[in-house]
């Protein structure tokens, strides 16, 4: 089975450096599940989209060895899906392309190809995969039009996509594999 694997909100969390930025900056005090709204600039945060994603770039460029995981043992799971499939690494963050392939490197995340998509994340629907991990709701959406499964990882902006015959949500890893039926 071929696997396309999304990096940002899915294995790794550059979102706490943002909060961290922004938070400072603007003497707030958001948290994670502040972020209800999927590619940002929801009303709380009042930035533009370039911005934002200004802001994740830097974070990419200057932190990338210390931007967290999602969640623990992620390696573990990761492994598995890697030995029983061919397992892409499949971002729209074309722009740390280098930075993305040493975290994943440091974090010993083991992939088949790195595949960068120019564009929205939407696009990733047209590449020939068998299967999407990924935590966008915009992808979602696009994946089940076309008739594509998604693994949806449970996060605080995609929480309005409901459970389709193609889209099935997942709180973490070790549900990823039970689904996949990996031993
Ligand atoms: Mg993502």
């Known amino acids: ?9 899915t294995i790794a969390n550059p979102h706490l450096f943002f909060l961290e930025w922004y938070n400072k900056e603007n003497n707030t005090n958001y948290t994670l599940n502040d972020i209800t709204k999927w590619g ?4 709380n945060f009042n930035m533009s989209i ?3 994603h200004e802001i ?3 974070t990419w460029r200057e932190k990338w060895d210390k931007i967290p995981l999602t969640e623990d043992y992620l390696a573990t799971n990761i492994a598995l899906l890697y030995q029983f499939n061919t397992l892409d690494i499949v971002t ?4 740390c392309e280098d930075e993305i392939k040493k975290f994943l ?13 120019e564009g929205s994340t939407t696009n990733k629907v047209k590449l020939d995969y068998n299967i999407f991990i990924d935590d966008s709701p915009k992808l979602a959406e696009k ?14 902006w995609n929480q309005k996509i409901k459970d389709t015959t193609y889209i099935k949500r997942v709180h973490n890893f070790n549900e990823i594999t039970a689904t996949l039926k990996i031993p």
């Open 1 to 9: 089975m071929k696997i396309a694997l999304d990096v940002e909100g």
């Open 40 to 43: 940002y600039p929801q009303k």
């Open 50 to 52: 370039e911005y934002f």
């Open 56 to 58: 994740i770039d830097k």
């Open 92 to 95: 729209c963050r074309v722009s």
């Open 105 to 117: 490197e440091k974090r010993i995340i083991k992939y088949d190809n790195f595949v960068g998509v």
């Open 143 to 156: 994946a089940n039009i076309f008739k594509k499964p998604v693994l949806l990882y449970d996060r605080p």
